[in-house]
T-cell receptor, first 112, second 110 residues
Framework: GAGVSQTPSNKVTEKGKYVELRCDPI?????LYWYRQSLGQGPEFLIY????????DSGLPNDRFFAVRPEGSVSTLKIQRTERGDSAVYLC??????????FGPGTRLTVL | QKEVEQNSGPLSVPEGAIASLNCTYS??????FFWYRQYSGKSPELIMS????GDKEDGRFTAQLNKASQYVSLLIRDSQPSDSATYLC??????????FGTGTRLKVLA
């Protein structure tokens, strides 16, 4: 079956702009995660959804970051007033029960 | 102290040898442990999960968990050049929050 998909694959934006990153999880997976990965680092947890609700958003770095999953499937990570330090690969993963995760290809965000 | 620590490497092994990758974690309450492989420019791919002390084998891969010593390791037998990648250790504390190490870069020399 289809894996996790993420769009866009690359996003270049200017400092101060607003961006939205989309994740389409594996069908039937109730758990969805967002991570951020910088060069040479492991994925850094941002937020976890179980169904429609954000069960744990403790990894969001500040209030410029927000994520939604209104129908319990597709999720959107939203970043306001982007900063150069937000540049990273943003990874989405889904899981059938919140244990083993399957990652999407990621969105590479570059803030100029 | 980082919650999950891995030697960044690179770890170089000759083709056909056993590669041994190690990971230590700080939270004694951690309950589940995962190894992911990440090729350069690609996303992490799950290799193994382990939940109880001891060894778990899957093909050429063996995961070892020692909760008393708070370490988990991954052995790759008969290493191939295609195994060259970064190997990420991830730990879950029983919540749904996963902590990843920085990864160990493995180079298998032909």
């Amino acid at each position: 079956g289809a894996g996790v998909s993420q769009t866009p694959s690359n996003k270049v934006t200017e400092k101060g702009k607003y961006v939205e990153l989309r994740c389409d999880p594996i069908s039937g997976h109730t758990a969805l995660y967002w991570y951020r990965q910088s060069l040479g680092q492991g994925p850094e947890f941002l937020i976890y959804f179980q169904g429609t609700g954000a069960a744990d958003d403790s990894g969001l770095p500040n209030d410029r970051f927000f994520a939604v999953r209104p129908e319990g499937s597709v999720s959107t990570l939203k970043i306001q007033r982007t900063e150069r330090g937000d540049s990273a690969v943003y990874l989405c993963a889904s899981s059938p029960q919140g244990n083993e995760q399957f990652f999407g290809p990621g969105t590479r965000l570059t803030v100029l | 102290q980082k919650e999950v620590e891995q030697n960044s490497g690179p770890l170089s092994v000759p083709e056909g040898a056993i590669a041994s990758l190690n990971c230590t974690y700080s939270d004694r309450g951690s309950q589940s442990f995962f190894w992911y492989r990440q090729y350069s420019g690609k996303s992490p791919e799950l290799i193994m999960s382990i939940y109880s002390n001891g060894d778990k084998e899957d093909g050429r891969f063996t995961a070892q968990l020692n909760k008393a010593s708070q370490y988990v390791s991954l052995l790759i037998r008969d290493s191939q050049p295609s195994d060259s990648a970064t190997y990420l250790c991830a730990v879950n504390k029983g919540t749904y929050k996963y902590i990843f190490g920085t990864g160990t870069r493995l180079k298998v020399l032909a």
